[in-house]
Protein backbone atom coordinates (compact mmCIF):
# COMPACT_ATOMS: atom_id res chain seq x y z
CA UNK A 1 0.00 0.00 0.00
CA UNK A 2 1.46 3.30 -1.32
CA UNK A 3 -0.19 6.21 0.83
CA UNK A 4 0.33 9.79 -0.46
CA UNK A 5 0.19 13.44 0.42
CA UNK A 6 -0.10 16.28 -1.80
CA UNK A 7 0.45 19.81 -0.19
CA UNK A 8 1.49 23.45 -1.54
CA UNK A 9 -2.14 24.34 -3.94
CA UNK A 10 -3.45 28.16 -3.35
CA UNK A 11 -4.53 30.85 -4.71
CA UNK A 12 -2.76 32.62 -7.20
CA UNK A 13 -3.55 35.13 -10.05
CA UNK A 14 -3.25 34.44 -14.14
CA UNK A 15 0.36 34.27 -15.10
CA UNK A 16 1.16 33.74 -11.85
CA UNK A 17 3.36 30.19 -10.24
CA UNK A 18 2.70 27.39 -7.71
CA UNK A 19 4.94 24.40 -6.88
CA UNK A 20 3.27 21.50 -5.76
CA UNK A 21 4.35 18.81 -3.44
CA UNK A 22 3.37 15.09 -2.99
CA UNK A 23 4.96 13.16 -0.37
CA UNK A 24 4.36 9.05 -0.73
CA UNK A 25 5.14 6.65 1.85
CA UNK A 26 7.88 4.60 0.36
CA UNK A 27 9.25 4.14 -3.16
CA UNK A 28 7.61 3.80 -5.76
CA UNK A 29 8.47 3.79 -9.47
CA UNK A 30 6.41 6.27 -10.99
CA UNK A 31 3.66 8.67 -10.18
CA UNK A 32 1.87 11.62 -11.94
CA UNK A 33 -0.65 14.46 -11.57
CA UNK A 34 -4.11 14.70 -12.51
CA UNK A 35 -6.30 17.10 -11.96
CA UNK A 36 -10.26 17.91 -11.73
CA UNK A 37 -12.23 20.99 -12.52
CA UNK A 38 -16.09 21.18 -11.19
CA UNK A 39 -18.47 19.40 -13.74
CA UNK A 40 -15.40 17.90 -15.63
CA UNK A 41 -13.91 14.53 -15.39
CA UNK A 42 -10.08 14.21 -13.92
CA UNK A 43 -7.63 13.99 -16.37
CA UNK A 44 -4.08 13.32 -16.43
CA UNK A 45 -1.27 16.39 -16.00
CA UNK A 46 1.73 14.81 -16.02
CA UNK A 47 3.70 11.38 -15.66
CA UNK A 48 7.07 10.60 -13.89
CA UNK A 49 8.64 7.04 -14.62
CA UNK A 50 12.52 6.90 -12.90
CA UNK A 51 13.19 5.03 -15.71
CA UNK A 52 14.40 8.45 -17.81
CA UNK A 53 10.66 9.43 -19.09
CA UNK A 54 8.37 12.20 -18.48
CA UNK A 55 4.80 12.93 -20.19
CA UNK A 56 2.63 16.07 -20.23
CA UNK A 57 -0.76 16.87 -21.04
CA UNK A 58 -0.69 19.22 -24.27
CA UNK A 59 -2.76 21.85 -22.34
CA UNK A 60 0.43 22.02 -19.73
CA UNK A 61 3.27 21.34 -22.23
CA UNK A 62 6.26 24.48 -21.66
CA UNK A 63 4.58 25.73 -18.06
CA UNK A 64 4.90 22.53 -16.11
CA UNK A 65 7.36 20.67 -15.08
CA UNK A 66 7.30 17.51 -13.02
CA UNK A 67 9.99 16.12 -11.03
CA UNK A 68 10.99 13.75 -8.55
CA UNK A 69 13.66 14.07 -5.36
CA UNK A 70 13.70 10.74 -3.23
CA UNK A 71 10.36 9.49 -2.55
CA UNK A 72 8.74 13.43 -3.26
CA UNK A 73 7.21 14.19 -6.26
CA UNK A 74 6.89 18.25 -7.29
CA UNK A 75 5.22 19.93 -9.65
CA UNK A 76 5.75 22.88 -11.04
CA UNK A 77 3.46 25.04 -12.52
CA UNK A 78 4.52 28.43 -14.58
CA UNK A 79 2.05 30.60 -16.84
CA UNK A 80 -0.57 29.85 -14.74
CA UNK A 81 -4.19 30.17 -16.58
CA UNK A 82 -7.76 30.02 -14.82
CA UNK A 83 -8.52 26.73 -16.96
CA UNK A 84 -5.89 25.46 -15.05
CA UNK A 85 -7.92 25.87 -11.17
CA UNK A 86 -9.01 22.82 -9.61
CA UNK A 87 -8.20 19.95 -7.65
CA UNK A 88 -4.78 18.55 -8.29
CA UNK A 89 -3.90 14.71 -7.17
CA UNK A 90 -0.99 13.12 -7.09
CA UNK A 91 -1.19 9.21 -7.70
CA UNK A 92 0.65 5.42 -8.64
CA UNK A 93 -0.47 2.53 -10.52
CA UNK A 94 0.03 -0.50 -9.10
CA UNK A 95 1.16 -2.19 -11.98
CA UNK A 96 4.89 -0.87 -13.42
CA UNK A 97 3.38 -1.14 -17.18
CA UNK A 98 0.89 2.43 -16.56
CA UNK A 99 3.88 4.17 -15.68
CA UNK A 100 3.94 5.89 -18.72
CA UNK A 101 0.74 6.39 -19.50
CA UNK A 102 -1.75 9.60 -18.00
CA UNK A 103 -5.05 7.88 -18.03
CA UNK A 104 -6.26 7.81 -14.81
CA UNK A 105 -8.05 4.46 -14.35
CA UNK A 106 -4.79 3.15 -14.67
CA UNK A 107 -3.43 4.64 -11.24
CA UNK A 108 -4.46 2.67 -8.30
CA UNK A 109 -3.15 4.82 -5.03
CA UNK A 110 -3.90 8.37 -4.90
CA UNK A 111 -3.88 11.28 -2.35
CA UNK A 112 -6.49 13.24 -0.81
CA UNK A 113 -5.87 16.70 -3.87
CA UNK A 114 -5.15 19.94 -2.86
CA UNK A 115 -7.06 23.14 -4.22
CA UNK A 116 -5.91 25.13 -7.08
CA UNK A 117 -7.61 28.23 -8.24
CA UNK A 118 -6.14 30.71 -10.51
CA UNK A 119 -7.91 34.49 -10.83
CA UNK A 120 -8.23 35.94 -13.83
Known amino acids: QVRLMESGGGSVQAGGSLRLSCAAS?????MGWFRQAPGKEREGVAV?????FTAYADSVKGRFLISVDKNTLYLQMNSLEPEDGGVYYC???????????????????WGQGTQVTVSS
Open 26 to 30: TYVRC
Open 48 to 52: FDRDS
Open 91 to 109: AAPAQSRYCRTLGPRNFDY
